[in-house]
């Protein structure tokens, strides 16, 4: 007799594993009820929660990508298979569909971490429960990771199996190195066929005349962003005491201060980066939501999602 686990049953398991890493029990509760279907206009047709998928003639063959884990077996193109024993298979476009890529910071800084979780934990729980409640809507989603030991791209899917994939990337990935959020953007603008929107999980604390233009290259690409800023409580109130050694977790580099010379200025240089952030993405159409990593996650995003939905209708 055969006792073990269906592979569906398997992958249910493998997913509350990596789930537990980031998500509380009271995150997973708000996550059971948690959908973000895509309120958007999709290439000329009328905005609103979308609900149809075109099937046969009405979709136009687009181009042929290489096979990778988790692409249904039935759109390999079966003739390059017999040919050359590549496995490739056949992409469309889907007028009625939206892409979502995540963009995760995975830089050092992530690493951060005081009297709350590390930003970068906080920022992969982000990324988990939003995939989560996008593919419960049946749309496409793909993630990206900004950093030194990241891979490639992972195309928007929205099969059974993609947020297990996501799950393994994010779970696979650490933090690591500067900050290459702004060649990410760049690198994303020009793979993405169709429009997509690009959702930012980062600490943005870069220097954003180097980011500005990577954004509007995005948004000029015909893509839509929505940055999430995900900070630690420390580094807006900056409250230390005594003297302390600053070490940078992206270049090791060190810094002797005494907090209580330096705090009404660095409190103040951090509202004016705040508020330049607001106004890029206000200029470019995008949503701005500051996260600071003590908040719950599961709250945080279902009011997050809330206001989304409200403001698109």
């Not at 099937?55 to 990778?68: D, I, K, L, Q, V």
Request: hydrophobic fraction near 40%.
């Amino acid at each position: 007799m055969n006792s073990g686990k269906s592979p569906a049953n398997k992958a249910s398991a493998n997913q509350s594993y990596l789930l537990d890493e980031w998500l509380t029990p009271e995150d997973m509760v708000y996550l059971k009820k948690a959908s973000f279907p895509v309120n958007q206009r999709v290439r000329g047709m009328m905005s609103g929660t979308h609900r149809a998928r075109l099937r046969g003639g009405t979709t136009e063959f687009a181009e042929h990508r290489s096979y990778s884990p988790g692409d249904e077996v039935r759109k390999l193109d079966w003739r390059i298979v017999g040919r050359s024993d590549r496995l490739e298979i056949k992409l469309y476009d889907d007028p009625s569909t939206l892409e979502t890529v995540f963009l995760l910071d995975g830089s050092g800084s992530m690493l951060f971490a005081d009297s709350a979780r590390p930003k970068y934990h906080f920022a992969q729980a982000i990324v988990a429960f939003l995939s989560k409640a996008i593919l419960k809507e049946r749309d496409p989603v793909g993630l990206l990771i900004a950093g030194d030991e990241a891979p490639g791209l992972l195309w928007a899917k929205a099969s059974s199996s993609q947020f297990n994939h996501i799950l393994q990337t994010l779970h696979m990935t650490p933090a690591s190195g500067e900050n290459r959020l702004a060649e990410s953007l760049r690198h994303l603008g020009k793979v993405l066929r169709n429009p997509t929107r690009v959702i930012i999980v980062s600490d943005a604390l870069l220097d954003l005349n180097a980011l500005e233009p990577e954004l509007a290259f995005l948004t000029g690409r015909k893509h839509r962003f929505h940055l999430i800023q995900t900070l630690a409580p420390e580094e807006i109130t900056f409250d230390y005491n005594a003297p302390s050694r600053f070490v940078s977790l992206e270049s090791d580099e060190t810094m002797d201060v005494n907090p209580r010379e330096i705090v009404d200025s660095y409190r103040e240089a951090v509202e004016n980066h705040i508020e330049m952030l607001r106004k890029i993405c206000l200029a470019n159409s995008a949503g701005y939501e500051p996260l600071v990593t003590d908040q719950p996650v599961g709250l945080s995003l279902t009011k997050f999602i809330e206001r989304q939905t409200t403001l698109k209708k």
